[in-house]
């Protein structure tokens, strides 16, 4: 459960501002995207690889 304190004088805009990132970051709506849509799993393996192969190339493209 996620949630904000607001701190003494603080305005509601600044509260919600900070709840959105604490949302965003605990990555609750990329969890619940991926428990609705079932994927193969031929499928998830696939991306998996392709996620490794853009992270080797972005790693080696720092090296350079």
Not at 40 to 53: L, N, Q
């Amino acid at each position: 459960m996620i949630g904000v304190t607001i701190q003494g004088n603080e305005s509601i805009d600044r509260a919600l501002r900070r709840f959105k990132k604490k949302y965003e970051r605990s990555g609750v709506l990329r969890e619940f995207k991926a428990r609705t849509a079932f994927v193969k799993p031929s499928i998830e393996k696939r991306m998996a690889r392709m996620k490794a192969i853009r992270r080797q190339a972005r790693f080696q493209a720092e090296q350079e």
